[in-house]
Nanobody
Framework: QVQLVESGGGLVQAGGSLRLSCAASGRTFSTSSMGWFRQAPGKEREIVAA????????YYRDSVKGRFTISRDNAKNTVYLQMNSLKPEDTAVYYC???????????????????WGQGTQVTVSS
């Protein structure tokens, strides 16, 4: 059974930092695109960042560039999202996702992802 389990969410003040982790089990995702998405109340789920099979192939949405960093540790079957300089508008449930296919480049849309975690809440207070 494939599982993606996120951790590291919480409540933080604006300007603070959090590090999200997503641990995968049930199969290896070392050649998959891994992504972080978020969904705020009443809004669509949106891509935050993604990383391709080759670790330096990454994508960030404009609003998080320079503040967030996605990385992966294939030996641990884990992907991370380091979030710095957090803003209240970053408040959302953050989801980890993985593709079932080999992806050297990061996939940017949610319809390309086959596996999803349950989400972790990130709340940034002003």
């Amino acid at each position: 059974q494939v599982q993606l389990v996120e951790s590291g969410g919480g409540l933080v003040q604006a300007g603070g930092s959090l590090r999200l982790s997503c641990a995968a089990s049930g199969r290896t995702f070392s050649t998959s695109s891994m992504g972080w998405f978020r969904q705020a109340p009443g809004k669509e789920r949106e891509i935050v960042a993604a990383i391709g099979w080759i670790g330096d192939s990454t994508y960030y949405r404009d609003s998080v560039k320079g503040r967030f960093t996605i990385s992966r540790d294939n030996a641990k079957n884990t992907v991370y999202l380091q979030m710095n300089s957090l803003k209240p508008e970053d408040t959302a449930v953050y989801y980890c996702a993985a593709t079932s296919f080999v992806a050297t480049q990061p996939m940017r849309t949610k319809d390309r992802y086959d596996y999803w975690g349950q989400g972790t809440q990130v709340t940034v207070s002003s």
